[in-house]
């Protein structure tokens, strides 16, 4: 893969701003006209000549200027991720439009998307994990050794969740059936959604037990508990997708495979599911996507901390000459927002 030199670079990125703001081909004369300092066109057409050479630009026809390509995109993105910043009133417009302590998560996630969708002028996505609504039916503390058990909690229709606990001191096998008894008097019936840190809290703190147990067996109990909170299928929140016919790169069939997966909400799931891994803001340029119709599409998007391993994801569609300077730290700053959210357990369900 061919290393860009800084000159080389500048002239790239210049030219990517030329083409988001036009629309159009991008000739030396244009990038001369736009690029600070003294270029000579003799020097600006060599290395234009370079970047084409090296995959990063295309002509329209033999006597056009540049177009820049998915990879050239896909560079631009990669510099941008860590060099662009919303200004200070407008993140801070943001934080105050999602700022409630206390809010239901349907708001929460409609109200995020909402934003995205307007400061983008764009269509956005959010998947947030799926609260898990299941009952707890029981819960066992099974002794593995003198200093270890088997936390077994029982759900729905007999789902099973298990957890080995490893203490620093002996278990007492009468504590142990005393805690079980404890657990189960007020946790059976409940959904597992409203077992949160305030009523494990007061669980432990009225049994009758060991204290230095208590205190070395509530923390990975209420982790674990934490963890069940939320479950793997996720909640999908779509706003602007009329946007997404009016940002078409001058034709709204190029956008066809758009408008189809918007059509199915099992199919754009899926594609988000398979944008597993990786960390901070990312994007999917154009020839990225595995399907058909989506040639002249990207999107900017990044995974939230839920509960535990649980994670959301935010995204923002639109065309590949979407304004990125701005597009991908409103993401990075909503992903973080809503980190915030779900990790403060503050959450409530409508």
Do not use: W
């Amino acid at each position: 893969m061919a290393i860009l030199n800084e000159r080389q670079q500048d002239i790239l990125f210049e030219l990517v701003r030329c083409y988001i703001r036009s629309g159009g081909a991008v000739g030396s004369t244009t990038l001369s006209e736009n690029m600070p300092g003294e270029h000579k066109p003799s020097t600006l057409r060599y290395n234009l000549g370079k970047l084409e050479e090296s995959g990063y630009l295309r002509k329209a026809h033999a006597s056009s200027g540049r177009l820049p390509t998915d990879k050239a995109y896909r560079e631009y993105v990669r510099v941008l991720i860590d060099r662009t910043f919303l200004s200070t009133n407008e993140e801070m417009r943001i934080r105050q439009a999602l700022e409630t302590v206390r809010i239901e998560l349907k708001m929460l996630i409609s109200r995020a998307c909402e934003v995205m969708a307007r400061h983008s002028e764009l269509m956005s996505v959010v998947v947030s994990p799926e609260p898990n609504l299941a009952t707890i039916n029981i819960v066992r503390l099974v002794p593995l050794s003198v200093t270890s058990l088997l936390v077994v909690i029982v759900t729905g229709k007999e789902t099973t969740h298990t957890r080995i606990v490893h203490l620093p001191i002996e278990i007492n096998r009468l504590d142990l059936i005393t805690l079980e008894r404890s657990l189960n008097r007020r946790l059976v019936g409940k959904q597992l959604y409203d077992v949160d840190e305030t009523v494990l809290a007061d669980v432990f703190n009225q049994a009758d037990l060991n204290q230095f147990l208590i205190l070395n067996i509530r923390r990975p109990f209420e982790e674990f508990l934490r963890e069940m909170r939320f479950a793997e299928t996720g909640r999908l929140q779509v706003k602007g997708m009329d946007r997404v016919v009016a940002g078409a790169e001058g034709n709204p069939e190029q956008i066809s495979g758009v408008l189809s997966l918007l059509d199915d909400e099992h199919q754009l799931l899926s594609l988000l599911k398979t944008l597993e891994g990786g960390q901070g803001v990312r994007a999917l340029i154009g020839s990225d996507f595995t399907r058909d119709g989506l040639e002249h599409v990207a999107m900017v998007f990044s995974d939230f901390q839920a509960i535990g391993d649980s994670k959301g994801k935010v995204g923002i569609l639109g065309p590949r000459r979407m304004q990125y300077e701005r597009i991908i730290p409103l993401v990075k700053l909503i992903s973080e927002i809503l980190e915030e959210k779900f990790g403060g357990s503050q959450l409530l369900i409508e």
